[in-house]
């Protein structure tokens, strides 16, 4: 089935949904590490921030990277980085370093 028989407005409505429930999601998954979403799917809350501010950018709004990832993370990165990071295991490190290859 397409999308194509929802009008843009709600195609978009739909979609902001679907955003807020992942940031919400990862919110309430503090535990998982950005190195195990790198290494499972492709992507982290890193990610995420960067294609909130190519996407600002493309609508001409101006947000900068650090203020895109408090929107994903919840609050400043500095801050969450330090209460809910941990550091990477060796085993973390190789299959990141081998998906890069």
């Known amino acids: 089935m ?6 843009s ?3 978009t409505e739909i979609e902001a949904a679907v955003l807020r429930r992942l940031l919400a999601h990862l919110d309430a998954r ?3 590490q950005n190195i195990e979403l ?3 799917a492709g992507f982290c809350r890193n990610c995420l921030a960067k294609w909130y501010v190519a ?3 493309q609508q ?3 947000l900068n990277y650090e203020q895109a990832r408090e929107i994903v ?3 400043p990165y500095k801050d969450w980085k330090a209460k ?3 550091k990477a295991t060796a085993e973390q490190l190789a299959n990141f370093n081998q998906s890069k290859s």
Not at 2 to 7: A, G, I, P, Y
């Open 73 to 75: 993370y919840g609050m």
């Open 84 to 86: 809910y990071q941990s």
């Open 9 to 11: 407005n709600q195609k």
């Open 30 to 32: 503090k535990d998982t």
């Open 38 to 40: 790198m290494n499972l």
């Open 2 to 7: 397409s999308d194509t028989h929802l009008e």
């Open 55 to 57: 996407a600002a950018e």
């Open 60 to 62: 001409g709004a101006d």
